[in-house]
Structures are given as C-alpha cells and as structure tokens.
C-alpha cells in the first residue's frame, strides 16, 4: 500500500517563529519524488517545495526546508520566519516515478500563524 | 501561462441529477488528472489523461463517473445520478511532458466545489 501520514491535524504558532510539520509515507518503490504542498484557505494548492528521493541533499526554498530521512520514509517540513501568508493547509504526497505518477497525499496539517 | 482554470467553481444540485465540470490545463500540459477532496481530507486521484488518452482510472470513479479529454485539451467529468456521498471539491491538475527537471510538478486549478442535498 502507498500511504502517507501526517500526525499532526492542526498548529499554531506566532509570526517569526519556527515550526516544523511531520509527515511519514509508506511505498515499496525506490524511485520516486516527495512534495509539500500548501493550500490557503478558499485558494488553489500550490506546490512549496519537492526532494527527488535519489538525492541525500535536502531541498531548500527561501523560508522552507525539508528534513529527509529516507530510511526512515520521513519528510518533514520547516518553515522558518513565518509569515501570516503561511497560513494554510499543508499536505504532503509523493509520486511513484513509474507509470501514473499520481499524486497520494497525506490528511493535511492545518497551520496557523498568529500575529 | 494562465493557469489551469475549472468551471464552475460551485455547484449546488439535487440528489439524482447529472452534472459535468470543466478543466483547462495549462497549454501544452500534456497530462491532465482529476482528484477528490472531501472535507478534512487530502485529494485522492480519480483519473488522468495522457493528450486525449484516458490512462488510468481509481476504484473511486464508479460507473456512474464519466471523464473525457477530447483533443487533448480540455477535460470534462460527468457525474450521473449524483448521491449525497459525491459532494466534495473536485480537483484539476495538469503537468507538462516529462524528461526535464520539475516537470514532474502538477499544477492545480481552483477545484469546483460540489454540493448535492
């Protein structure tokens, strides 16, 4: 089975802090890509950040970066400064490399920055 | 580069009848996918299109669902003798054709939200 977990249902932390959002995934496959999405409230989902799985590197973009322990099948999320603007769901998913490459996605974390 | 686009982007209608949204991918995306979200949940994929090829299909879509993409342009999705249990925000994607880095990436509509009572 391909699943993804995300323990956490709801944050809420101050504006300019840290946080950071938990996500696990299950698949038996080698060859896939890992992805942070974040949709804001009544907004489209947007794409945050993403990991090829082949790359021990961790991905960076500007305020977000993510902790990828491969072994472990974790991907968590850091969001540094937060912003009001960060506000939103955030799911995370991952794509088998193969074949479909559709999108499975975990329930989402429900972020809240506080002024 | 617009965006994808989907109409409506409500939908409110009676148990029983037909209803049928509308997707417009990115030009020149050649791969087009429909997802489910129901309330509290992340998306679940329904199905995709590759060009105007219609290649896989979830558990989820019952015979009462129905998705073209004539062309390989836009996508339709037909819901018949919609039941309570479809209401949900149905969701568009579509990526460009592979091979490069990051295209890989879907991009998402704005959903159409779909209520029936």
């Known amino acids: 089975a391909q699943t993804v977990t995300q323990s956490q249902p709801e944050m809420s932390v101050q504006e300019a802090e840290t946080v950071t959002l938990s996500c696990t995934y299950d698949?038996?496959?080698?060859?896939?890509?890992l992805f942070w999405y974040k949709q804001p409230p009544s907004r489209q989902m947007i794409l945050v950040i993403r990991q090829e799985a082949y790359k021990q590197q961790n991905a960076t973009e500007n305020r977000f970066s993510v902790n990828f322990q491969k072994a472990a099948k974790s991907f968590s999320l850091k969001i540094s400064d937060s912003q009001l603007g960060d506000t939103a769901m955030y799911f995370c998913?991952?794509?088998?490399?193969?074949?479909?490459?559709?999108?499975?996605f975990g329930q989402g974390t429900r972020l809240t920055i506080n002024p | 580069d617009t965006g994808v686009s989907q109409d409506p982007r409500h939908k409110i209608t009676k148990r029983g009848q037909n209803v049928t949204f509308r997707c417009d991918p990115i030009s020149e995306h050649n791969r087009l996918y429909w997802y489910r979200q129901t309330l509290g949940q992340g998306p679940e994929f329904l199905t995709y299109f590759q060009n105007e090829a219609q290649l896989e299909k979830s558990r989820l879509l019952s015979d009462r669902f129905s998705a073209e993409r004539p062309k390989g342009s836009f996508s339709t999705l037909e819901i018949q003798r919609t039941e309570q249990g479809d209401s949900a925000m149905y969701l568009c994607?579509?990526?460009?054709?592979?091979?490069?880095?990051?295209?890989?990436?879907?991009?998402f509509g704005p959903g159409t939200r779909l209520t029936v009572l």
């Open positions: 994607a579509s990526r460009q054709r592979g091979g490069g880095r990051g295209t890989d990436t879907q991009y």
């Open positions: 698949t038996s496959e080698n060859n896939y890509y």
């Open positions: 998913a991952f794509i088998i490399i193969q074949g479909a490459q559709k999108l499975v």
